[in-house]
């Protein structure tokens, strides 16, 4: 499982969150995203960011690191 990236844009700038999504990190692969395809997610992940806070209670993630649903 890969990094929360709900509220990327509003913690990291929109270019550090877009090179973080076209290169990958230790936590998340390099997918070889195209540029509009990096362009069309950054769009959805700064729609997402405005709808609101995931922050996941470390108590509810699964050693695997799977989210535990109560």
Do not use: C, Q
């Not at 929360?4 to 995203?33: C, V």
Request: no cysteine.
């Amino acid at each position: 499982m890969g990094p929360d990236l709900t509220n990327i844009i509003s913690s990291k700038a929109e270019n550090n969150a877009r090179t973080f999504i076209k290169y990958g990190t230790g936590k998340m692969p390099n997918l070889h995203l195209n540029d509009e395809e990096v362009d069309n997610l950054v769009a959805y992940l700064s729609w997402i960011d405005k709808t609101g806070k995931s922050e996941v209670n470390d108590s509810n993630i699964h050693w695997t690191g799977s989210y535990i649903i109560k």
